[in-house]
Antibody
Framework: EVQLVQSGAEVKKPGESLKISCRAS????????IGWVRQMPGKGLEWMGI????????RYSPSFEGHVTISADKSITTAYLQWSSLKASDTAMYYC????????????????????WGRGTMVTVSS | DIQMTQSPSSLSASVGDRVTITCRAS??????LTWYQQKPGKAPKLLIY???TLQGGVPSRFSGSGSGTDFTLTISSLQPEDFATYFC?????????FGQGTKVEIK
């Protein structure tokens, strides 16, 4: 069974660092892009970026670039989303999801959306 | 960024109704359009990709159409389990932006 298992809920203070994880199983981890999506409380979905474990190619949304880092460890088929300095506005549910049919050039990526989703990791940032 | 605009933002409908949700892109995206269903407290679920291709396991009452900038999601006969929020997403040009969502509520 193809699945993405995310790490548990986190409660942090502003300025703290955080790394959440997404463990993939049931498919070839290095041949699919994997992405992260933010959903703030009561709000819609925001595309943060995608990562290709095969060669570590990473594409960020301009809205998130410089504030988060997407990475992965191929040896344990796990993707990560990390912050070096959290803000209260980072309070949200974060989903990882797999991209089928991904094709990227230097300047753009086209994919088939997200076909497999993790259950989400709730991150709460509060002083 | 490409802006994705869904309409309506919410609708009330009865079981058995035919429901149509539209999604408009601010520039052409060919058929790189995906529809998702999200229920409260759950992750989104892929319904339709490539604008009109039904994901495996999704009931045939769901259908999608369109290309270029204008797309529709149709539920031919609304069922109790279909009350949820629906999102479109373009995956033609990064960042792969989502529509704001359409909440389908019970009338």
């Amino acid at each position: 069974e193809v699945q993405l298992v995310q790490s548990g809920a986190e409660v942090k203070k502003p300025g703290e660092s955080l790394k959440i994880s997404c463990r993939a199983s049931g498919y070839s981890f290095t041949t699919y892009w994997i992405g992260w999506v933010r959903q703030m409380p009561g709000k819609g979905l925001e595309w943060m970026g995608i990562f290709y474990p095969g060669d570590s190619d990473t594409r960020y949304s301009p809205s998130f670039e410089g504030h988060v880092t997407i990475s992965a460890d191929k040896s344990i088929t796990t993707a990560y989303l990390q912050w070096s300095s959290l803000k209260a506005s980072d309070t949200a549910m974060y989903y990882c999801a797999r991209c089928p049919h991904g094709f990227c050039t230097n300047t753009n990526c086209r994919t088939g959306g997200f076909d497999i989703w993790g259950r989400g990791t709730m991150v709460t940032v509060s002083s | 960024d490409i802006q994705m605009t869904q309409s309506p933002s919410s609708l009330s409908a009865s079981v058995g109704d035919r429901v149509t949700i539209t999604c408009r892109a601010s520039q052409t995206i060919s058929s790189y359009l995906t529809w998702y269903q999200q229920k409260p407290g759950k992750a989104p679920k892929l319904l339709i990709y490539a604008a009109s291709t039904l994901q495996g396991g999704v009931p045939s009452r769901f259908s999608g159409s369109g290309s270029g900038t204008d797309f529709t999601l149709t539920i031919s006969s609304l069922q109790p389990e279909d009350f949820a929020t629906y999102f479109c997403q373009q995956s033609s040009t990064t960042p792969h932006t989502f529509g704001q969502g359409t909440k389908v509520e019970i009338k």
